[in-house]
């Protein structure tokens, strides 16, 4: 092949090929808009442990809905024997998190629930009293309705799943105090909380939220 026919081969490749580029560049588009509707939805394990009872398990599975892309519930389960700190009675709610952790499948965040006390180390405090822990982001969560009103539990019990979600999506808390993701600092302020505010709820909407 002479130097003149193998100069208009590639000639008219390189048309050929500028030509089908817009092609290519929508193909690829379709395929990326393809692989992000068959993307799976945040869902939400529901874990009751042993000994919280049925109305507030009942609760949260019926609310939550209200909020999330998808909820799932498993069967009640023990508090895992690790988590228990005995010299204050309670269990200590970062073992807690780590042991659902370790059981959530990718895509998937786990809430647990319990009635028992729980504890978190807190700066120079070792034992530290909670409602509820969740790492920010995180796979799980657990929250207890061990401190909260007892004139009004079931609302703010349901307020403290939110937070702790929210949490797991990777929300601080915010500065809004009539928001779910204020900071007790150390109290039960949750009837003073109405909804996400306009910041949380545009982060949490981005990851599928229905709010």
């Known amino acids: 092949?002479?130097?003149?026919?193998?100069?208009?081969?590639?000639?008219?490749?390189?048309?050929?090929?500028?030509?089908?580029?817009?092609?290519?560049?929508?193909?690829?588009?379709?395929?990326?808009?393809?692989?992000?509707?068959?993307?799976?939805?945040?869902?939400?394990?529901?874990?009751?442990?042993?000994?919280?009872p049925q109305t507030y398990v009942d609760l949260v599975e019926k609310q939550l809905p209200?909020?999330?892309?998808?909820l799932?519930?498993?069967?009640?389960?023990?508090?895992?024997?690790?988590?228990?700190?005995a010299p204050r009675q309670r269990y200590k709610a970062d073992t807690l998190i780590d042991?659902?952790?370790?059981?959530?499948?990718?895509?998937?965040?786990?809430l647990g629930l319990t009635h028992f006390d729980i504890s978190t180390t807190k700066g120079n405090v070792a034992d530290y009293g909670i409602m509820g822990l969740g790492f920010q982001p995180g796979k799980a969560c657990v929250v207890s309705y061990f401190r909260l009103s007892k004139t009004n539990t079931k609302e703010q019990f349901l307020k403290l799943c939110l937070h702790e979600l929210g949490h797991t999506q990777g929300l601080p808390h915010c500065p809004d105090?009539?928001?779910f993701m204020r900071d007790a600092e150390g109290k039960n302020k949750a009837d003073e909380e109405k909804a996400f505010c306009a910041s949380c709820k545009k982060v949490l909407i981005l990851k599928g939220w229905k709010l």
């Open 177 to 179: 105090k009539t928001c």
């Open 66 to 70: 209200n909020f999330l892309p998808c």
């Open 72 to 85: 799932k519930k498993n069967k009640s389960i023990a508090l895992p024997h690790s988590a228990w700190y």
């Open 99 to 110: 042991f659902l952790a370790n059981k959530t499948p990718a895509g998937f965040v786990t």
């Open 1 to 52: 092949m002479n130097i003149i026919i193998r100069f208009w081969i590639l000639v008219v490749f390189g048309v050929f090929a500028c030509n089908n580029l817009p092609q290519k560049q929508q193909e690829a588009k379709t395929l990326a808009n393809k692989q992000a509707d068959d993307k799976t939805e945040l869902c939400v394990i529901l874990q009751p442990f042993e000994g919280i």
